[in-house]
């Protein structure tokens, strides 16, 4: 403990900076909960699966460094790299996990191959939507499970934003029967790829960027992203014909900040803090994002681009249903993570719905 009273007997203030003098071997070490010392400034790479600055998910971590900047007074800068400046998109979670760089921005199921249960706090196909799932992490005992899951890889998980009910995505062909997703390449992320493998089809993982060359050239037959505000920025309606709904695989997929969890420790508490408040500020930011633009560009895609916009049959949202269910027991039986995870996942839910049809859905039928 440093000695107050001599220490402070010796403060000098200087040309408006507050300067410590003589007081013994504590005094030259900064202290956070005493005298104040000069502060120390960090200077964090953010790196993330998206293009620089995209629409929602790319301005998200933009939002969130300029908002850490402005609340630390500038003793937290984070500079935010696009998918590839530093490295490659599906490569995130190992930099910020080897500390290559302090933080990222992402979706967990990209990690998948590494971590299966980290697929659970993405998007689970007829699972939670957008409130419930943040319901889920921040009072249903979510993120207590994301934290361990990610612990032994030196990594903090943040829920990162939200984009709200997706789009099933788009296809080149029709959908008329279930029996034409047979053989259709799709990029399709995490546990909605598992379902579509299950009814014979072939998943391919892609990060954003390479979505329009990829389905434009015919290397892949289909493909979800996001919904109307993220499709038409990729211009996905040039590339293939029909645009369906519903949202089956991703019906409120979050998205995650990683902290190095060295990086994170090496921090004082009152940044520790605004690195909280912020990535909670953007989490909701990026969902209210989603709601004002989506309806906007889905205007702009039937009527100025003439999309064909349609549902998936009653016949193949049942047969995704029940194959979505079969992956889950797999999965689950195969990783004992992964059980323990969707366990606690799977009672929210139960719960949550419970509730939301005599709210929720009650007053969407109604009003
Ligand atoms: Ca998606």
């Not at 939670?128 to 934290?147: C, Q, S």
């Not at 903090?156 to 047979?182: H, R, Y």
């Not at 990029?187 to 892609?206: D, F, N, S, T």
């Not at 059980?339 to 859905?361: C, D, L, M, N, P």
Request: net charge negative.
């Amino acid at each position: 403990m440093i000695n107050m009273k001599k220490c402070l007997s010796v403060l000098v203030l200087l040309m408006g900076s507050l300067t410590l003098s003589a007081c013994g071997d504590d005094a030259a070490k900064p202290q956070s909960d005493s005298v104040q010392a000069p502060q120390q400034t960090f200077k964090w790479k953010l790196v993330t699966a998206w293009p620089k600055n995209f629409p929602g998910l790319g301005r998200a971590p933009e939002t969130f460094a300029k908002n850490v900047e402005r609340m630390s007074n500038g003793r937290l800068q984070i500079k935010v790299y696009g998918a590839g400046e530093i490295v490659p998109g599906f490569e995130v979670f190992d930099a910020v996990s080897q500390g290559t760089a302090e933080m990222g921005h992402a979706a967990a199921y990209y990690w998948k191959g590494k971590v299966p249960a980290a697929q659970l706090f993405t998007a689970i196909p007829f699972g939670m939507n957008a409130t419930e799932m943040n319901g889920w992490f921040h009072y249903g005992g979510g993120m207590e499970l994301w934290r361990e899951v990610y612990k032994p890889f030196g990594i903090i998980p943040f829920a990162g934003g939200n984009t709200g009910v997706q789009l099933a995505g788009w296809f080149k062909k029709e959908i008329n029967s279930i029996d034409d997703l047979k053989g259709l390449k799709m990029r399709i992320p995490g546990l909605g790829g598992e379902v579509l493998a299950k009814l014979g089809g072939v998943p391919v993982a892609l990060t954003g960027g390479e979505l329009f060359t990829s389905l434009q050239s015919g290397a892949i037959d289909a493909t979800e992203w996001v919904g109307p505000y993220n499709d038409l920025a990729f211009g996905l309606y040039k590339a293939a014909d029909y645009y369906y709904y519903t949202g089956w695989h991703e019906p409120g997929p979050a998205l995650e900040f990683t902290v190095n969890e060295k990086a994170f420790n090496s921090l004082p508490d009152d940044l520790q803090a605004i690195i909280e408040i912020a990535t909670r500020a953007v989490n909701q930011d990026m969902l209210d994002e989603y709601t004002a633009k989506n309806n906007e560009a889905m205007q702009s895609l039937l009527k100025k681009h003439n999309v064909d916009m349609r549902p998936f049959p009653d016949s193949v949202v049942a047969e995704l249903k029940k194959a979505s269910l079969a992956v889950m027991q797999e999965q689950a039986a195969a990783d004992p993570m992964f059980a323990k995870v969707y366990k606690s996942y799977a009672e929210f839910q139960k719960g949550v719905t419970e509730y939301h049809r005599i709210s929720e859905w009650e007053y969407y039928k109604n009003r």
